[in-house]
């Protein structure tokens, strides 16, 4: 006899609410003109940003996760309890264990569900959705509390005036449901490569290079970055994850109502702008607020987009998005909330 767990009919699945958080500090480049040796106008010229908001001493990845969460679960009109799955994905979690979603299970109340972190740097997000997918397309699991959360301003070398000045702290979730009347999730590309993992990372406390004194001397303990090779690479590969996932459903740009590109740089944004095509207004934009927020970035951006009115039902909604691995995708859904 056929095993009844491996019988299950896929179900379409769709985001059912969503939810943001950021801290209530900012830090604007005239700020940072204090730090290092940069002014407001080389960071707007080169990146867009203006400010970015930076965690206090007693806001965690956990806390601001669960914020965004509290506000995505009202959104869609779900309890706490209903909750199966809590996915968290970040590159800072509180701890290296337990993971943070296990903080943000405690904190919310969400008694009844599983939860375990995801780590793919800035398309932690796309990754967790495409996961989230499984688990409620297969009907394992009826509801996912999905959540992109980064204290970035905890791994950032404040003395680095080439990286400080991009990051932000904030997170954003999605309660990931299925729904009989809604089309879902239309297509999506995820690729990484592994072979470029230097150019982008954070060197020391992990199994790797364990911390001691020395790796903390050195500052191994912050992100390291090859800015120049990652904006080229972050062009090209969100570039062609975007053009796969279009052909993978028979859409153009003129099919889509909106592009949530990863909020890293403007300079990035336009040039995937000129390479895909479709209207400028299309591309949402939030970084020059909160710079780049990693794995909150996406979301983060959507919960806007959607909060602003820029989303109606029906929408098709373009995500595209790049990372530390390198791990990169893009995703295409049609809206469905009102
Ligand atoms: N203020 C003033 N000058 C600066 C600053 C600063 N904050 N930072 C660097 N410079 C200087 C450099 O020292 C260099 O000087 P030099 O020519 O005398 O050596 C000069 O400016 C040019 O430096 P570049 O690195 O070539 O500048 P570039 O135009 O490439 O811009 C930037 C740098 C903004 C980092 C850009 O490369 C970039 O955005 N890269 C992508 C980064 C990114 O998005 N990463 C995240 C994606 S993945 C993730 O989100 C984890």
């Known amino acids: 006899m056929k095993n009844p767990r491996y019988q299950q009919t896929l179900r379409p699945v769709c985001i059912t609410g969503t939810g943001s958080f950021v801290p209530d500090r900012i830090m604007t480049n005239q700020d940072l003109e204090k730090i290092v040796d940069t002014t407001d106008q080389w960071i707007?010229?080169?990146?867009?940003?203006?400010?970015?908001?930076?965690?206090?001493e007693q806001e965690f990845t956990s806390t601001m996760g669960a914020e965004a969460a509290r506000r995505a679960l009202a959104d869609a009109g779900v309890?706490?309890?209903?909750?199966?799955?809590?996915?968290?994905?970040?590159?800072?979690?509180?701890?290296?264990?337990?993971?943070?979603?296990?903080?943000?299970q405690e904190a919310i109340g969400a008694t009844h569900a599983f939860c375990f972190d995801l780590?793919?740097?800035?398309?932690?997000?796309?990754?967790?959705?495409?996961?989230?997918?499984?688990?409620?397309?297969?009907?394992?699991?009826?509801?996912?509390?999905?959540?992109?959360?980064?204290?970035?301003?905890?791994?950032?070398?404040?003395s680095d005036r080439s990286l400080c000045i991009l990051f932000g702290d904030g997170a954003g979730a999605a309660v990931i449901q299925s729904r009989e009347d809604a089309t879902g999730i239309l297509a999506s590309?995820?690729?990484?490569?592994?072979?470029?993992?230097?150019?982008?990372?954070?060197?020391?406390?992990?199994?790797?290079?364990?911390?001691?004194?020395?790796?903390?001397?050195?500052?191994?303990?912050?992100?390291?970055?090859d800015g120049r090779e990652v904006f080229k690479h972050a062009v090209t590969c969100m570039t062609t994850a975007a053009k796969d996932a279009l052909s993978q459903c028979g859409l153009t740009m003129e099919d889509i109502a909106l592009v949530i590109p990863h909020?890293?740089?403007m300079r990035i944004i336009k040039a995937i702008g000129d390479r895909l095509g479709g209207d400028r207004e299309k591309y949402f934009v939030n970084l020059d607020r909160y710079g780049n927020t990693s794995a909150a970035s996406v979301i983060v951006a959507l919960d806007e987009a959607a909060r602003s009115g820029r989303l109606h039902p029906g929408d098709k909604v373009l995500m595209i998005a790049f990372g530390g691995g390198f791990v990169w995708g893009a995703t295409i859904l049609e809206w469905s909330k009102a």
């Open 79 to 104: 309890s706490p309890e209903e909750v199966d799955l809590i996915i968290v994905a970040t590159i800072t979690p509180d701890m290296v264990f337990p993971n943070t979603a296990c903080y943000v």
């Open 44 to 56: 707007l010229d080169r990146t867009g940003i203006r400010e970015r908001r930076i965690a206090g």
């Open 189 to 225: 590309s995820l690729k990484s490569d592994g072979g470029l993992a230097s150019l982008l990372q954070l060197p020391a406390g992990g199994s790797r290079l364990p911390a001691s004194m020395e790796t903390v001397a050195q500052k191994l303990h912050y992100m390291k970055m």
């Open 119 to 158: 780590e793919a740097a800035c398309s932690g997000f796309l990754y967790g959705l495409e996961v989230a997918e499984q688990f409620v397309s297969s009907g394992r699991v009826d509801t996912v509390l999905l959540i992109g959360a980064e204290k970035i301003s905890s791994i950032t070398d404040w």
């Open 263 to 265: 909020q890293a740089n």
